[in-house]
C-alpha cells in the first residue's frame, strides 16, 4: 500500500491564468456564445441597477428629506458678480432683494466664494422651504393664524424653518406633502428596482447554469469517448478511481469555473469599475481620499490568496489520500475482516482523517483571519469617509445625500473584491483540473483506426500470426518472433507457465495493443487496416474473471445490443446450461444484479458469460482460463457448453485443465515468449516435450490435492 494511494497529484493547482488552457476551452463555449452574451448583457443590467440603489438614497435625501434653502442677500456683495456666476441655481424674491439656493446646489459654488459670502453675511445661513401658493394658504386656513413670508417671482412662497418646526405634525406633511410625494415616487421606484433586479437575478442565474452544465456535458461526452477509445495500457496505468475523478470531480470543477468565475467575474469587474466612477461623479475628492485604501487591500488579498491557494493544495491532498484509502478499503473489506485487520486499518484512517482534519482548519483559520481583517479595511475606509467627507458636508461642500451614497458605495466596493479573492482559489482548482482533463484527452496511448478501413467481405474465422514481437515494457519483449495459424473452424489451445505470453496473444488478437513488428492477420487481411469495432464485434471473448454490469440478467447478456432478442438470450441461456439457474431467480432475465454479479456464484458468473458469447453468435471463441475457477459439476456443464459452441467456430483456448485442453484439434505450447512445441494432445504427450512435463506435474499436483 503506498502512502499517497496513487493520488498525489490531487493535490496540485494551475495557474490561475493559464491562456492556453482558457483558449483551448473556449472552444466549448464557443457554441453557447449567444447565451454568453446574453448572460453578460443581464450581469452589466443587474449592476446598473444595483448603482442606482445608492444614488436614489442620495436623491431622497438631498431634494425631499432635506429640501430646505438658504437665503442669500445679493445687496451685501457685488450684486452683479454672484448673479453672474450662481444665477442659475438662484430662486429670487419678487421685489429681488433676497433670493433662495437649495442646500444640495451650495456645492456648485466656489469653496472659497462660499466661505467669503458665509463671512461676509451674502448667505445668512438661514434654512427657508418654499411651497406652492395653495400650500401655504391651507397651512394658514388650518392654523388659524398669518405667517411672515416672502413671496417668490415665480409666486411660490418661502417660509423660515423656525416657522415650519413650530407647525404641528400634520401640517408639516400637508405643508411638505410635495416632498413626501417625491419620497413615495422613489420608494415606488426602488421597489421596481428591486423586483427588475430579482427578475435578473433569477435569468442570469439560470442562464450561468445553463451554460455551466452544457459545457460540463460536453467536456464529459468528449472525454469518456476519449477514456473508451484508450489502449489497455493507459487504463493499466491510471487507477479507476482517478479515472472516476476526471469524469465527475474535475468535470465538476470546470462548471464551477464557469458559473461563477468567467461570466461573474466580469459582473464584480463592472461593478468595480461602476463605482468608481460613481464615486468621482459624486466628489472626486473624497473618492481619492477612499482610493488610499485600495493598494492595502491588493497586498492584502495576494499575500492571503497565496497562501489560501498553498492550504487548498495540502487540503485537496489530504482529501484525496482520505478518499482514496476509504475506496481502496471498502473495496478490499473481505479481506480486511478475514484478516481480522480492522483496528489497524481504524488506525491508518484516523492518522489520514486527523491529518485532513489539520488542513482543514489550517485552511478555515486562514479565511477566518481574511474575512475580519477584509472588514477592517472596509470600516477604515468608511471613517476616512465619515471624517473627510463630513466635514465636507459641514462646510457645504458636499450634501448629506452624497455622503450617504458614498459610504453605500464603498461598501459595495469591497463585495466584488471579496467575491475575486475567493475566486482565484477557484480558478486555481479549475486549472488544474482543466490541465489534467486534457491530458488524459491528449495522452497517446491510443490504437487508432485506419483512416480507409478494410471491410472483409467473406467472414471466415482465420486467424495468423506472422513473426509477432510484442512487448509491454521496452526491451522486455513478452512475445518473441511467434507464427501460427488457426484456420476456419479449428479449436487450437495454447498453453505454457505463468507469463508465457498467452493471454498477451489474446489482446493482440482483439487489437488491445498492436505488435512491435510483425503481422496479425484476420481472414488474410491485417488487422491494422480493419476498423476495432470491425475486429471486436467479431469476436466472443470468455474470461476467468467474469465482468457482470449492474442491470438485469437480460441486459448483461445482451449488452445493449438491439439485434440480440429475447429469443435469442435465451436460447443463449438453454445453449450455455444457464437457464436452470436463472429459472430459479425470482425475476428469471429481469432479476437485478449488483456490479460484479457477487449474488450470484462463481459458476453462475461463467455460465452468464458463455450465455453472452453464444447470444452475439459471433464466429470466432476466446476462452481465456475459462474453466479454472470453477467446481467439476459446473465444469461439466461448462464443457458441454463449450462442445456446442465451438462446434461451428474458430475457436482459441487458453487453459490448464486437460479436459478442456485435450480435445483441441492442435495445442501450441508457450515458454519464455515462444512457440516450444505444437500438435495435438497425443502427438505431444508422445513426444514427451514441455507439454508432457506440464501435464506430470498437473497429475501430481492433483493427487496431492
Do not use: C
Not at 487496416?529 to 437480460?554: E, N, P, W, Y
Amino acid at each position: 500500500m503506498h502512502a499517497d494511494f496513487g493520488y498525489i497529484e490531487e493535490g496540485k493547482l494551475g495557474k490561475p491564468y493559464n491562456i492556453r488552457l482558457l483558449k483551448r476551452l473556449s472552444e466549448y463555449a464557443l457554441p453557447y456564445w449567444r447565451i454568453i452574451a446574453l448572460a453578460l448583457t443581464v450581469a452589466v443590467a443587474i449592476t446598473l441597477l444595483d448603482l442606482v440603489l445608492p444614488f436614489l438614497t442620495k436623491v431622497a435625501i438631498d431634494r425631499y428629506i432635506l429640501s430646505s434653502y438658504e437665503e442669500v442677500i445679493p445687496d451685501k456683495a457685488d450684486k452683479a458678480e454672484i448673479i453672474k456666476k450662481y444665477k442659475k441655481i438662484m430662486i429670487f424674491s419678487n421685489d429681488n432683494k433676497t433670493a433662495y439656493i437649495h442646500r444640495g446646489d451650495l456645492k456648485d459654488i466656489d469653496p472659497a466664494d462660499l466661505h467669503e459670502y458665509r463671512r461676509d453675511g451674502v448667505i445668512s445661513g438661514t434654512s427657508w422651504y418654499i411651497f406652492d401658493t395653495e400650500k401655504y394658504t391651507m397651512v394658514e386656513k388650518e392654523a388659524g393664524e398669518r405667517y411672515e413670508h416672502i413671496i417668490l417671482s415665480d409666486g411660490r412662497i418661502a417660509l423660515t424653518k423656525g416657522v415650519i418646526d413650530g407647525l404641528p405634525a400634520h401640517l408639516i406633511l400637508s405643508a411638505r406633502s410635495s416632498d413626501f410625494n417625491g419620497l413615495i415616487k422613489i420608494g415606488i421606484f426602488l421597489i421596481f428596482v428591486l423586483l427588475i433586479t430579482f427578475g435578473l437575478n433569477y435569468l442570469d442565474y439560470y442562464l450561468l447554469e445553463y451554460i455551466g452544465q452544457n459545457i460540463m456535458q460536453d467536456v464529459r461526452v468528449a472525454l469518456f469517448e476519449r477514456i473508451q477509445s484508450r489502449a489497455l495500457s493507459f487504463f493499466n496505468r491510471h487507477p479507476v478511481g482517478r479515472l472516476v475523478t476526471r469524469v465527475t470531480n474535475d468535470i465538476e470543477n470546470l462548471n464551477e469555473m464557469f458559473k461563477s468565475v468567467l461570466v461573474t467575474l466580469f459582473t464584480d469587474i463592472f461593478i468595480l469599475v461602476g463605482i468608481i466612477a460613481m464615486l468621482l461623479y459624486l466628489n472626486w475628492r473624497l473618492a481619492l481620499i477612499s482610493f488610499i485604501i485600495l493598494p492595502v487591500i491588493f497586498i492584502f488579498t495576494i499575500v492571503v490568496s497565496r497562501m489560501m491557494r498553498d492550504a487548498f493544495r495540502i487540503l485537496r491532498e489530504k482529501v484525496s489520500k482520505l478518499n482514496a484509502f476509504q475506496q481502496e478499503q471498502i473495496a478490499g473489506m473481505r479481506i480486511i475482516q478475514l484478516l481480522a485487520r480492522e483496528k489497524y486499518q481504524m488506525r491508518v484512517f484516523h492518522g489520514l482523517n486527523h491529518e485532513n482534519y489539520l488542513a482543514g482548519m489550517y485552511q478555515l483559520k486562514l479565511f477566518a483571519i481574511f474575512v475580519p481583517v477584509m472588514e477592517f479595511i472596509s470600516a477604515v475606509g468608511v471613517a476616512l469617509i465619515i471624517w473627510y467627507g463630513g466635514g465636507r458636508v459641514i462646510s457645504d461642500q458636499m450634501s448629506l445625500g452624497s455622503l450617504v451614497a458614498f459610504v453605500s458605495y464603498i461598501q459595495m466596493f469591497f463585495r466584488p473584491i471579496r467575491d475575486i479573492s475567493e475566486k482565484y482559489n477557484i480558478m486555481q482548482l479549475a486549472m488544474a483540473s482543466t490541465e489534467r482533463i486534457f491530458e488524459f484527452m491528449d495522452n497517446g496511448e491510443m490504437i487508432p483506426d485506419p483512416e480507409f478501413p478494410v471491410i472483409i467481405p467473406e467472414k471466415r474465422g482465420e486467424i495468423e500470426f506472422r513473426n509477432v514481437t510484442f512487448s509491454y515494457d521496452a526491451g522486455r519483449p513478452v512475445l518473441n518472433d511467434v507464427s501460427f495459424k488457426i484456420n476456419p473452424g479449428e479449436m487450437v489451445a495454447v498453453v505454457g507457465a505463468t507469463g508465457a505470453g498467452k493471454s498477451t496473444i489474446v489482446n493482440l488478437i482483439e487489437r488491445f495493443y498492436d505488435p512491435d513488428k510483425g503481422l496479425i492477420l484476420l481472414d488474410g487481411v491485417d488487422i491494422r487496416t480493419i476498423k476495432k469495432a470491425d475486429i471486436r464485434s467479431r469476436i466472443s471473448l470468455v474470461m476467468q474473471d467474469v465482468f457482470l454490469f449492474s442491470g438485469d440478467l437480460k441486459e448483461n447478456i445482451s449488452l445493449g445490443n438491439e439485434s440480440v432478442t429475447q429469443a435469442d438470450i435465451e436460447e443463449a441461456a438453454i445453449e450455455a446450461n444457464a437457464k436452470w439457474f436463472i429459472d430459479k431467480l425470482p425475476e428469471r432475465f429481469s432479476q437485478e444484479i449488483s456490479e460484479g454479479g457477487t449474488t450470484l456464484s462463481g459458476g453462475e458468473r461463467q455460465l452468464l458469460s458463455f450465455s453472452r458469447a453464444l447470444a452475439h453468435d459471433t464466429d470466432i471463441l476466446i476462452l481465456d482460463e475459462a474453466t479454472s475457477s470453477v467446481d467439476p459439476e459446473t465444469e461439466r456443464q461448462i464443457q458441454d457448453a463449450i462442445n456446442r459452441m465451438t462446434a461451428s467456430r474458430t475457436t482459441l483456448v487458453i487453459a490448464h485443465r486437460l479436459s478442456t485442453i485435450k480435445k483441441a484439434d492442435r495445442i501450441i505450447v508457450m515458454g519464455h515468449g515462444r512457440i516450444i512445441e505444437q500438435g495435438t494432445h497425443y502427438e505431444l504427450m508422445e513426444a514427451k516435450g514441455k507439454y508432457y512435463r506440464l501435464n506430470l506435474f498437473r497429475e501430481s499436483y492433483n493427487e496431492e490435492k
